[in-house]
């Protein structure tokens, strides 16, 4: 089943326009000049060779022009890109990376790009399946990241070092509380929300979330929960 982005811009989800007009435009991804009579409403461009590369060279571009305080909305966009599967280990850095994304937007603070690149290199190290192998899902350890980057945690830190394992585990917990099988798109919105309350709580830093969060990836998860998923637009 294709959602409902499949034919949207790939940054920021408008519908792309077909003006007829051949124009120059910038990629936003290489940022190299090509001729185009296709971008979105706000003037997004993937070039072609930058849409081969598939979807995590694209997920840096579309959290650098994203200018959502809601890290939801990104993450969203995000699991829309080509290449990002139902389930898979490139959720370990969407999650991190939509909430940093949302952070910057909120403060002002944090340099984006090397925060992405930094949450994309020890993202990438988190292997697949270690949810039920380790029995620690890859989702919140991202959120885990998240909070390590943000407070400029390390090894030898005191407050941060308890902050960024505290987020994780209220992750965990609350991802292991909904239950298996695993769904990378049901842990990822648990540990986004999760990760929202607590960093309003302990840093004073009020990120935006929707109401209610509904999925619509649900029909292409062959061991989705169905009415019983917290997500499920027929949850009761
Ligand atoms: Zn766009
Ligand atoms: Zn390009």
């Known amino acids: 089943m294709e959602n409902e982005h499949s034919h949207g811009c790939l940054v920021c989800g408008e519908e792309l326009v077909y003006d007829g007009v051949p124009q120059e435009r910038e990629c936003v991804v290489c940022h190299r000049r090509f001729i185009s009579d296709c971008a979105c409403p706000h003037g997004h461009y993937v070039c072609d060779a930058c849409h081969e590369k598939g979807g995590m060279t694209m997920a840096r571009a579309v959290c650098l022009e994203a200018k959502d305080r809601d890290p939801l909305a990104i993450l969203l966009r995000l699991m829309d890109l080509p290449d990002v599967h139902m389930h898979g ?116 830093v009020q990120m935006e979330m929707p109401k209610k969060i509904v999925c619509r990836f649900y029909p292409q998860n062959a061991q989705c929960r169905g009415v019983r998923c917290l997500y499920n637009p027929h949850h009761q």
């Open 89 to 204: 280990p490139e959720h370990h850095i969407l999650v991190g990376s939509a909430l940093l994304t949302a952070y910057h937007n909120c403060t002002g603070k944090l340099d984006l790009p090397t925060a992405l690149t930094e949450m994309a290199r020890r993202g990438q190290q988190i292997p697949g399946g270690v949810c039920g192998f380790w029995g620690c899902c890859g989702a919140a350890i991202s959120a885990g990241m998240f909070m390590s980057i943000v407070t400029g945690s390390t090894p030898l830190k005191e407050k941060e070092w308890s902050m960024c394992n505290r987020l994780t585990a209220q992750c965990l917990t609350r991802i292991a509380e909904l239950g298996g099988p695993r769904c990378c798109k049901r842990d990822s919105y648990t540990a986004v929300k999760t990760a929202v309350e607590f960093t309003a709580r302990e840093l004073g």
